[in-house]
C-alpha cells in the first residue's frame, strides 16, 4: 500500500509481456501448448479485450506488422503516435527526401572531398528498423549529384523478415545498383554482429573490423552467394558472418577510411547506436580498435541525444506520455526490465525522451549472455520479477511499470520447445507479481 494524504491506496502494475498475443490456431502456438495457470485463471475469471498492434492502429502502414518500439510508444503515449517508416516513405514520394539538408549535406561532403560515400542499414522491408526502398532513394540520390564511389554495407535481416529472405533482398538491392548505375555491395553482415544492443562488443568487433579493415573470415565476390553458400550450411540471415567483398584480385571493394562520409539508414535507434559508437566515440574503450578513421558520420533520425550528429528527420516525441502525467501529480514510478528491453520501458515509453522524469526510479537487470535465448528461455524474467516484488514491498511507488521480454526475444528463435518453456517462466513470473 501508498499513501497519499489520509488515504491509502493499492499500487498500479503496468506489465508489458513483449511478443505476447492471442490465436485460436492451436498448431504451432506455444500459449495453447504451455501449461500457464495463472492465464487460464485470469482468462476464466477476468475475460480479456484484444487490441490491435500493427499498421495504422500504431501510426505504420496499413498492413505493417507492429514492433516492441512502436508498441512502448503507443502504450506510453496513450495514444496513436506516427511512425518513422511512414513518414519518410512520404518524403520520398513528394521529393523532400532529395532534398534534405542532412541528405543532401553527406553526399555532396563526400562528393567535394572526392572520398568515399558509405551506407550503412537493414537491407529488408521488414519495417521496424529500416526499409530497402529508403536505402535505394540513398542510391538515387548518390547519382543525381555525381557521387561515384558509393557502398553498402548491407546488413542482413532474418529476424523481421523469413530466416532466409536475405538473398532476394540483395537482388533487389543489385537489380537498383544496376539501374541507378550507382553503388557496390562492400560487405555483407548478419544483424547479429552488426546491429547489437546489449553491449556485446565482441560481435560488433567483428562487423567493424569487416568495414573498417576488410578483414573477415568470410570473403567473396557475389554477395548473393555468400547468402546462399550461408544457408547451406545452416546460417540464416541473421547470423551470417561478417563478409567482405573483393574485387579480381582479392583486395576489399572498399574499406571505411579517413574523410569518408558513412551514413546510416535505419530510421529506428536501438540496433544503430553501438556501431555510431564505434565510428564517432574518440576514447571508444568497448575493445581496442586497429583503425579509427575519422568520418563524417549522418544519421537518418536521432538515435540518442548523446550523439552531436546530422540527422535527417528529427523526431517529435509526443507531450503529456503516462509517466510525465505521473511526474506531473507527484505520483512516484518503477521502471525495470532486462537490458534487452530497458530502452523500451525507459527511452520508447517516455515517447522517444531520454530524460528521467522526476520521481521516476529505474533499474535494469542484465541479460543473459547467451548466443541465442532459446539456449536459455528463462532469460532474466525471475531477477525483473524480484525487483517488481521489491517495488511494490517498499510502499514507495504507486505505478510499477516491467517489461518482460521472453515471449519476444525467445519466440524470434523459432524454437518451439524453447518457446513453450519461456511462456510457462512467464506465467509463474506473472502469478508472483500478482501476489506481490
Known amino acids: 500500500m501508498w499513501r497519499m494524504g489520509n488515504n491509502s491506496y493499492t499500487p498500479v502494475l503496468l506489465c508489458i509481456l513483449d511478443g505476447w498475443g492471442h490465436s485460436d490456431q492451436v498448431r504451432g502456438n506455444t500459449l495453447k501448448t504451455a501449461k500457464m495457470p495463472?492465464?487460464?485463471?485470469?482468462?476464466?475469471?477476468?475475460?480479456?479485450?484484444?487490441?490491435?498492434?500493427?499498421?495504422?492502429?500504431?501510426?505504420?502502414?496499413?498492413?505493417?506488422?507492429?514492433?516492441?518500439?512502436?508498441?512502448?510508444?503507443?502504450?506510453?503515449?496513450?495514444?496513436?503516435?506516427r511512425q518513422e517508416l511512414p513518414r519518410i516513405s512520404h518524403a520520398i514520394k513528394d521529393g523532400s527526401f532529395f532534398t534534405n539538408p542532412a541528405i543532401d549535406g553527406g553526399v555532396k561532403k563526400a562528393l567535394a572531398a572526392g572520398k568515399k560515400y558509405h551506407l550503412i542499414g537493414l537491407v529488408s522491408d521488414g519495417g521496424v528498423h529500416s526499409h530497402i526502398e529508403h536505402l535505394i532513394a540513398f542510391l538515387r540520390k548518390a547519382k543525381r549529384e555525381g557521387l561515384e564511389r558509393v557502398y553498402v554495407h548491407a546488413l542482413m535481416d532474418g529476424r523481421d523478415t523469413s530466416p532466409t529472405s536475405g538473398a532476394g533482398y540483395m537482388r533487389q538491392l543489385q537489380a537498383a545498383i544496376k539501374e541507378t548505375g550507382c553503388g557496390h555491395v562492400a560487405t555483407v553482415i548478419g544483424r547479429y554482429y552488426g546491429m547489437d544492443r546489449d553491449n556485446r562488443w565482441d560481435r560488433v568487433e567483428r562487423a567493424y573490423d569487416a568495414m573498417a579493415l576488410g578483414q573477415s573470415e568470410q570473403r567473396g565476390r557475389d554477395p548473393v552467394k555468400i547468402l546462399e553458400e550461408s544457408y547451406g550450411a545452416g546460417v540464416t540471415d541473421e547470423f551470417i558472418i561478417p563478409s567482405v567483398m573483393v574485387d579480381e584480385s582479392g583486395a576489399p571493394i572498399a574499406t571505411i577510411d579517413d574523410g569518408d562520409v558513412v551514413q546510416f539508414f535505419n530510421f529506428r535507434a536501438d540496433r544503430v547506436r553501438e556501431m555510431v559508437k564505434v565510428l564517432t566515440e574518440p576514447g571508444f574503450k568497448n575493445f581496442a580498435r586497429k583503425k579509427a578513421p575519422r568520418v563524417h558520420v549522418y544519421c537518418l533520425t536521432e538515435y540518442s541525444k548523446e550523439f552531436t550528429l546530422p540527422v535527417a528527420?528529427?523526431?517529435?516525441?509526443?507531450?503529456?506520455?503516462?509517466?510525465?502525467?505521473?511526474?506531473?501529480?507527484?505520483?512516484?514510478?518503477?521502471?525495470?526490465?532486462?537490458?534487452?528491453?530497458?530502452?523500451?520501458?525507459?527511452?520508447?515509453?517516455?515517447?522517444?525522451?531520454?530524460?528521467?522524469?522526476?520521481?521516476?526510479?529505474?533499474?535494469?537487470?542484465?541479460s543473459l549472455k547467451v548466443a541465442t535465448y532459446d539456449l536459455q528461455p528463462e532469460m532474466s524474467a525471475v531477477p525483473v520479477t524480484d525487483e517488481v516484488v521489491s517495488a511494490v514491498a517498499s510502499g514507495r511507488f504507486p505505478a510499477v511499470i516491467v517489461n518482460i521480454a521472453n515471449g519476444d526475444m525467445v519466440g524470434h528463435t523459432g524454437v518451439f520447445a524453447a518457446a513453450v518453456k519461456a511462456a510457462e517462466t512467464v506465467d509463474a513470473c506473472v502469478a508472483r507479481m500478482m501476489d506481490a
Open 38 to 81: 495463472t492465464f487460464d485463471y485470469l482468462d476464466r475469471e477476468f475475460p480479456p479485450m484484444f487490441i490491435n498492434a500493427s499498421g495504422e492502429f500504431v501510426g505504420l502502414p496499413d498492413g505493417q506488422m507492429g514492433n516492441s518500439e512502436v508498441g512502448h510508444l503507443n502504450i506510453g503515449a496513450g495514444r496513436v503516435v
Open 313 to 366: 528527420f528529427d523526431t517529435s516525441p509526443p507531450t503529456n506520455t503516462l509517466g510525465e502525467i505521473f511526474a506531473h501529480h507527484g505520483i512516484a514510478q518503477f521502471r525495470t526490465a532486462e537490458t534487452e528491453k530497458y530502452a523500451h520501458v525507459t527511452f520508447f515509453f517516455n515517447g522517444g525522451v531520454e530524460k528521467q522524469f522526476p520521481g521516476e526510479e529505474r533499474h535494469v537487470i542484465p
